[in-house]
């Protein structure tokens, strides 16, 4: 579902140059919950901009259904805005609208009727358990509860690939647990993939696979389940790579 190819993006500050990511290519699949870890300064961030469409400035290639992206602004703002959907660390709510109305937003700019969008919004507030608080103002909200109403504004346009940022890294562990079970499942149900950056053991531990990066190389191709000692090895002792590690 998403391909990218000999990545490498460099920073610019006077006459400082900082290679950020030093070709690094990889796939994920359709339905997947995919984690993507590193260190800070690793690349992952990079990359997860990169994928989402919101950083155009790199080399190499990036790919959405075997279809090459193309770097024009006017054409990834329309995809970014129809095909992907992004979840934050912070939530990103909008403080004076009810999670019906944060979840309704991302559809006002379609072609699509009032009714139309209240079917879709009730849908997928029900499918992440928030029946009956629809109408709730985020500061009436717990933060599980926010963030189920970030996860359920990502879908509500059926994305093909949702981008996440460090979702859970503000949950307690009970509330990050079914935050992560029910991105998973919706990702399995709906076909949308989730590539989701995170320091977070709890969550990477609980996706389908990982994928590590260090000094904007990827070290590790693919990793199931991993376990919190092993991520914490990997994290530790991972050497540095001398060639990027393509994902099966």
Same mark, same amino acid.
């Given at each position: 579902m998403?391909?990218?190819?000999? !990545?490498?993006k460099?920073f610019i500050q006077? /006459?400082? *140059?900082?290679?950020? @990511?030093?070709?690094v290519?990889?796939?994920?699949?359709?339905?997947?919950?995919?984690?993507?870890?590193g260190?800070s300064?690793s690349?992952k961030?990079?990359?997860?901009?990169i994928?989402?469409?919101?950083?155009?400035d790199?080399?190499?290639?990036?790919?959405?259904n075997?279809q090459k992206?193309?770097?024009?602004?006017?054409?990834?703002?329309?995809i970014?805005?129809?095909?992907?959907?992004?979840?934050?660390?912070?939530?990103?709510?909008?403080?004076?609208?009810t999670?019906f109305?944060?979840?309704?937003?991302?559809? !006002?700019l379609?072609?699509?009727s009032?009714? /139309?969008? *209240?079917?879709?919004? @009730?849908?997928i507030l029900?499918?992440?358990?928030?029946?009956?608080?629809?109408?709730?103002?985020?500061?009436?909200?717990?933060?599980?509860?926010?963030?189920?109403?970030?996860?359920?504004?990502?879908l509500?346009?059926?994305?093909a690939?949702?981008?996440a940022?460090e979702?859970?890294?503000?949950?307690?562990t009970?509330t990050?647990?079914?935050?992560?079970?029910?991105?998973?499942?919706?990702?399995?149900?709906?076909?949308?993939t989730?590539?989701?950056?995170t320091h977070?053991?709890?969550?990477?531990?609980?996706?389908?696979?990982?994928i590590?990066?260090?000094?904007?190389?990827?070290v590790?191709?693919?990793?199931e389940?991993?376990?919190?000692?092993k991520?914490q090895k990997l994290?530790s002792?991972a050497?540095?790579?001398?060639h990027?590690i393509?994902?099966?």
């Amino acid at each position: 579902m998403l391909r990218f190819e000999n !990545i490498v993006k460099t920073f610019i500050q006077g /006459e400082t *140059k900082t290679r950020a @990511l030093k070709g690094v290519s990889g796939s994920v699949h359709r339905g997947e919950t995919v984690a993507l870890c590193g260190p800070s300064g690793s690349g992952k961030s990079t990359l997860l901009n990169i994928c989402g469409l919101l950083d155009m400035d790199y080399q190499g290639d990036l790919f959405f259904n075997n279809q090459k992206i193309s770097k024009d602004l006017h054409l990834s703002t329309k995809i970014r805005r129809e095909r992907i959907g992004f979840i934050f660390q912070r939530y990103n709510l909008i403080e004076a609208m009810t999670a019906f109305e944060n979840v309704e937003y991302p559809l !006002i700019l379609s072609s699509q009727s009032k009714s /139309e969008r *209240k079917q879709k919004v @009730l849908s997928i507030l029900e499918q992440v358990g928030l029946a009956g608080h629809e109408y709730k103002r985020p500061d009436q909200l717990s933060g599980g509860q926010q963030q189920r109403v970030a996860v359920a504004r990502a879908l509500v346009k059926r994305p093909a690939l949702v981008i996440a940022d460090e979702p859970t890294a503000n949950l307690d562990t009970e509330t990050a647990t079914v935050v992560i079970d029910l991105m998973r499942e919706l990702g399995a149900t709906t076909q949308t993939t989730f590539l989701v950056a995170t320091h977070d053991s709890r969550m990477t531990e609980r996706c389908h696979r990982a994928i590590y990066l260090r000094d904007g190389l990827l070290v590790s191709k693919e990793i199931e389940h991993l376990e919190p000692q092993k991520f914490q090895k990997l994290t530790s002792g991972a050497k540095h790579a001398e060639h990027q590690i393509g994902m099966v």
